[in-house]
Every structure is written in structure tokens, then in C-alpha cells.
């Protein structure tokens, strides 16, 4: 694009950063969503709630699924 084709865009740099903003934001909180040691890191809390009492085996029993489905998950995009 030239400098005519530049300068007519030029209003629309804030909104171009902002989507750029928005995507890094994106791909960071998917980053740390799906770490593996995080995920282990909240089973571990998740086994410790249940052995204090806080939660209950059906509530452990759905949070464990959904922490091991993000885990699974992100070994089957890594392939």
C-alpha cells in the first residue's frame, strides 16, 4: 500500500491497535487457560476442596471433567 493508501487509512489506526490489542489478549488468556501445569495446579486445589469438605463428589466429579477435557484438548490441537 503507498503513502495515499496510508494516510487515508490513518483514522483507522486506533481501532487497527485495538483489534491487534484484543487478538494478543486472546491468545494469552487461551495460553494459560490450557497449561497444562495450570490445569494440574487447579486439580490439585479441586482434590484439596474435596478433601476439606468445601465441595461435594458431584461438584469434583464435574469440575475434574472440565479440567481434564481442557487438558485433553490441548494435547489434540498440539498433535
Do not use: C, H, N
Not at 487478538?23 to 494440574?40: F, G, L, T
Not at 490439585?44 to 465441595?55: T, V, W
Request: glycine share 8%.
Amino acid at each position: 500500500m503507498g503513502l495515499l493508501g496510508e494516510l487515508l487509512l490513518l483514522p483507522l489506526a486506533p481501532v487497527r491497535g485495538t483489534g491487534w490489542v484484543l487478538r494478543q489478549v486472546v491468545a494469552e488468556a487461551e495460553k494459560q487457560y490450557y497449561d497444562p501445569s495450570a490445569i494440574q495446579s487447579e486439580l490439585r486445589r479441586l482434590e484439596e476442596s474435596l478433601e476439606a469438605g468445601e465441595i461435594d463428589e458431584a461438584e469434583f466429579d464435574r469440575r475434574e471433567d472440565e479440567l481434564l477435557d481442557r487438558l485433553e484438548q490441548k494435547r489434540i490441537e498440539g498433535k
